[in-house]
């Protein structure tokens, strides 16, 4: 009872912390099913062994209580057991996780344990044990309490949808699981689903195969000739991989200090895209050159980087290589980060510069390289490429700006506390004095850090031009995805003032809240298409997402893949971003799939329940199709068994 009664409040209390006020008796029953089925299974053991049984599996799903806890706050989404070949990546970025993610919310869940060791020397002085050893029948206990858990779980399923059984079964959508089945549902579908690639080769590729020829002989690739078609056509291109900046910082200022100035004169003299949204999910900076390069969906179990970095994929480096472009990337961390000493090789290109193999560590900020550094070593390295090839392609992923931003401290001057103005008693005139502000916390140091990523991007521009290499190259900016920052360290940046010293209550009329809503919609991140003779100077703000790259610059470059799941931007009347979790973004709503609400961008526009629909649909039908072709590895097999055509332009 200890046991089944303790594990059902610690996975109502996940769900109560994470998506806040949320209740539904259909997980509690879920969760009650689950822990009497496991339960039973205690009464093989005599009654002197069932604690460590039962304790056990308590530790196991206080583990999976903490473990989620922690991962809903960086993610708004549930951990995944196909994440377990990622998590040597977590000893890189332990500092974040202390700094930013562990809250002391998330040890809550701990009382379990405890409470499970106290009713165990409670018994045990009672001389419990013994006294139901002599009566206690195990294999009847163990019968009753397995027809007890199957007799509430046929209950639950009673309860259940169309929509929730086909959602259990694709896994991608998983706070709506979580919040329909339960946490421990959730986990053991998780298990499962986490286990398909290994058993793909038996299972399920002839469904998805059809899936995926039915999807792409439904929606052929269609080039557009519009305004912007092969202007670029026969330039080099450099594009920079910008580390969690986020759109936001551009429109920032501190003490009369633009936060972004590089950015800021490249927005004002390009192709700006002021509502382009990242579209990753655990894989974070991989998910987002995967993203990039190919415009497809990230993996919704495991991510591509680790998992499935040897399926065949039409990228940009290989659509180019297939224009005589020679293709390189370069990083200022270790090559094995994200496997990307692996995947660039099966992104194809011709050759990867990172860290210790190619740079000399002369000044390290956080994980690496710093990106003065970074980007100063690499102008002579592109400046030898670009004398040797007619055409080249290179991305330059920036590093200091990530998580935890601590580091920045030494290394930036710019100050994100406030300069107020008041006027001396004495003297009459008007002095400055420094009011503390945002010095010392996240989202300051953040800022500091946007700064620093800022100077070294106009630094690198500045060292390019004096080797002549911007006179016929297009520069292409992107943030990968946002800061991952807490919603509370925006209410402290909202709702405080430095000159009163005062930070406005909750309950106060001009308090700011940052909701759900504001919290997604602010994770945009800058795009910018840049030239040196600002030949063209345009805002687009029509919503983008990271998978209309690949459609919208192809045009520009003159090439194209059949595989592209998002759009060339100039030629679509209404445009789509769907993400990872099946929420999706037009320019009227902002859709949460799996709560199955919305807000409207503007309320003169209202939406049908058709649209709605339509939209819900269409997410899901992308998720599936690219879910195909990266588990099963379908661009390779049809393209060998003769199915589709040759992919390139």
């Given at each position: 009872m200890t046991f089944v009664i303790s594990s059902v409040i610690n996975a109502s209390l996940l769900r109560f912390l994470t998506v806040k006020n949320f209740f539904d008796f259909r997980p509690i029953i879920a969760d009650l099913a689950i822990t009497l089925l496991i339960g039973a299974f205690g009464y093989f053991f005599k009654p002197k062994h069932q604690f460590k049984y039962f304790f056990t599996i308590s530790i196991l799903f206080t583990a999976i209580c903490i473990i989620n806890s922690m991962y809903y706050t960086n993610y708004l989404s549930y951990a995944s057991f196909s994440l377990l070949a990622t998590s040597m990546q977590i000893v890189d970025v332990g500092d974040a996780i202390v700094e930013n993610v562990m809250e002391i919310k998330d040890f809550s869940y701990i009382w379990q344990i405890f409470f499970m060791i106290f009713v165990h020397i409670t018994l045990k002085s009672r001389n419990y044990y013994p006294r139901v050893t002599e009566t206690e029948n195990g294999k009847k206990n163990f019968k009753y309490t397995l027809l007890g858990g199957i007799v509430v779980a046929l209950v639950f399923v009673v309860t259940l949808t169309a929509t929730d059984i086909g959602r259990l079964g694709k896994q991608w959508n998983r706070e709506y699981i979580v919040m329909r089945y339960g946490v421990y549902v959730y986990q053991i579908n998780d298990l499962i689903c986490s286990l398909s690639p290994t058993i793909n080769s038996m299972f399920g590729y002839d469904k998805n195969a059809k899936i995926f020829r039915d999807y792409y002989d439904e929606n052929p690739l269609q080039v557009s000739n519009n305004e912007y078609t092969d202007i670029f056509k026969g330039k080099n291109i450099i594009v920079i991989h910008a580390e969690s900046i986020q759109q936001f910082t551009m429109d920032l200022s501190f003490n009369g200090k633009e936060l972004t100035p590089t950015l800021n004169k490249l927005a004002s003299?390009?192709?700006?895209?002021?509502?382009?949204?990242?579209?990753?999910?655990?894989?974070?900076?991989?998910?987002?050159?995967?993203?990039?390069?190919?415009?497809?969906?990230?993996?919704?179990?495991?991510?591509?980087?680790?998992?499935?970095?040897?399926?065949?994929?039409?990228?940009?480096?290989?659509?180019?290589?297939?224009?005589?472009?020679?293709?390189?990337?370069?990083?200022?961390?270790?090559?094995?980060?994200?496997?990307?000493?692996?995947?660039?090789?099966?992104?194809?290109?011709?050759?990867?510069?990172?860290?210790?193999?190619?740079?000399?560590?002369?000044?390290?900020?956080?994980?690496?390289?710093?990106?003065?550094?970074?980007?100063?070593?690499?102008?002579?390295?592109?400046?030898?490429?670009?004398?040797?090839?007619?055409?080249?392609?290179?991305?330059?992923?920036?590093?200091?700006?990530?998580?935890?931003?601590?580091?920045?401290?030494?290394?930036?001057?710019?100050?994100?506390?406030?300069?107020?103005?008041?006027?001396?008693?004495?003297?009459?005139?008007?002095?400055?004095?420094?009011?503390?502000?945002?010095?010392?916390?996240?989202?300051?140091?953040?800022?500091?850090?946007?700064?620093?990523?800022?100077?070294?991007?106009?630094?690198?521009?500045?060292?390019?031009?004096?080797?002549?290499?911007?006179?016929?190259?297009?520069?292409?900016?992107?943030?990968?995805?946002?800061?991952?920052?807490?919603?509370?360290?925006?209410?402290?940046?909202?709702?405080?003032?430095?000159?009163?010293?005062?930070?406005?209550?909750?309950?106060?009329?001009?308090?700011?809240?940052?909701?759900?809503?504001?919290?997604?919609?602010?994770?945009?991140?800058?795009?910018?298409?840049?030239?040196?003779?600002?030949?063209?100077?345009?805002?687009?703000?029509?919503?983008?997402?990271?998978y209309d790259v690949l459609p919208t610059i192809g045009n520009m470059f003159g090439f194209a893949s059949k595989y592209a799941l998002g759009n060339d931007i100039f030629s679509v009347d209404e445009n789509v971003v769907v993400f990872p979790d099946g929420n999706w973004l037009t320019d009227k709503m902002y859709y949460n799939n799996q709560r199955q609400e919305g807000m409207l961008l503007d309320l003169n526009v209202p939406v049908s329940v058709d649209y709605i629909e339509k939209y819900c649909k269409y997410a899901e039908e992308v998720i599936t199709v690219s879910n195909a072709i990266i588990t099963y590895d379908l661009i390779r097999n049809t393209n060998e068994s003769g199915d589709l055509l040759k992919t390139y332009k």
């Amino acid at each position: 009872m200890t046991f089944v009664i303790s594990s059902v409040i610690n996975a109502s209390l996940l769900r109560f912390l994470t998506v806040k006020n949320f209740f539904d008796f259909r997980p509690i029953i879920a969760d009650l099913a689950i822990t009497l089925l496991i339960g039973a299974f205690g009464y093989f053991f005599k009654p002197k062994h069932q604690f460590k049984y039962f304790f056990t599996i308590s530790i196991l799903f206080t583990a999976i209580c903490i473990i989620n806890s922690m991962y809903y706050t960086n993610y708004l989404s549930y951990a995944s057991f196909s994440l377990l070949a990622t998590s040597m990546q977590i000893v890189d970025v332990g500092d974040a996780i202390v700094e930013n993610v562990m809250e002391i919310k998330d040890f809550s869940y701990i009382w379990q344990i405890f409470f499970m060791i106290f009713v165990h020397i409670t018994l045990k002085s009672r001389n419990y044990y013994p006294r139901v050893t002599e009566t206690e029948n195990g294999k009847k206990n163990f019968k009753y309490t397995l027809l007890g858990g199957i007799v509430v779980a046929l209950v639950f399923v009673v309860t259940l949808t169309a929509t929730d059984i086909g959602r259990l079964g694709k896994q991608w959508n998983r706070e709506y699981i979580v919040m329909r089945y339960g946490v421990y549902v959730y986990q053991i579908n998780d298990l499962i689903c986490s286990l398909s690639p290994t058993i793909n080769s038996m299972f399920g590729y002839d469904k998805n195969a059809k899936i995926f020829r039915d999807y792409y002989d439904e929606n052929p690739l269609q080039v557009s000739n519009n305004e912007y078609t092969d202007i670029f056509k026969g330039k080099n291109i450099i594009v920079i991989h910008a580390e969690s900046i986020q759109q936001f910082t551009m429109d920032l200022s501190f003490n009369g200090k633009e936060l972004t100035p590089t950015l800021n004169k490249l927005a004002s003299e390009g192709i700006y895209f002021s509502n382009f949204y990242p579209q990753e999910s655990v894989g974070t900076s991989s998910d987002s050159e995967f993203i990039f390069s190919t415009s497809l969906m990230p993996a919704s179990s495991g991510t591509v980087a680790i998992n499935y970095f040897d399926r065949e994929y039409v990228t940009i480096p290989k659509l180019l290589s297939e224009q005589d472009y020679y293709t390189f990337s370069m990083h200022g961390n270790n090559g094995t980060f994200w496997n990307r000493n692996m995947l660039h090789d099966s992104f194809g290109y011709d050759n990867f510069y990172y860290y210790t193999k190619d740079y000399v560590i002369d000044e390290t900020i956080g994980l690496g390289l710093s990106d003065k550094s970074f980007f100063s070593q690499s102008i002579p390295k592109i400046k030898t490429v670009s004398e040797s090839n007619k055409n080249f392609y290179g991305v330059l992923i920036m590093l200091t700006n990530h998580t935890p931003f601590s580091y920045i401290g030494p290394y930036s001057d710019y100050s994100v506390d406030l300069e107020v103005e008041s006027i001396d008693s004495k003297t009459g005139r008007p002095i400055k004095n420094t009011k503390p502000y945002l010095e010392g916390t996240t989202l300051g140091n953040y800022f500091k850090s946007v700064h620093y990523a800022d100077e070294a991007i106009g630094e690198f521009l500045e060292g390019l031009d004096e080797e002549g290499l911007l006179d016929n190259t297009v520069v292409i900016i992107y943030g990968d995805h946002d800061a991952k920052i807490k919603a509370s360290e925006y209410e402290y940046f909202y709702n405080y003032n430095p000159q009163t010293g005062v930070l406005l209550d909750k309950n106060d009329k001009n308090y700011h809240d940052v909701d759900f809503y504001e919290y997604e919609l602010n994770r945009k991140v800058p795009f910018i298409i840049w030239t040196k003779d600002q030949e063209f100077n345009v805002e687009v703000d029509k919503v983008m997402g990271m998978y209309d790259v690949l459609p919208t610059i192809g045009n520009m470059f003159g090439f194209a893949s059949k595989y592209a799941l998002g759009n060339d931007i100039f030629s679509v009347d209404e445009n789509v971003v769907v993400f990872p979790d099946g929420n999706w973004l037009t320019d009227k709503m902002y859709y949460n799939n799996q709560r199955q609400e919305g807000m409207l961008l503007d309320l003169n526009v209202p939406v049908s329940v058709d649209y709605i629909e339509k939209y819900c649909k269409y997410a899901e039908e992308v998720i599936t199709v690219s879910n195909a072709i990266i588990t099963y590895d379908l661009i390779r097999n049809t393209n060998e068994s003769g199915d589709l055509l040759k992919t390139y332009k």
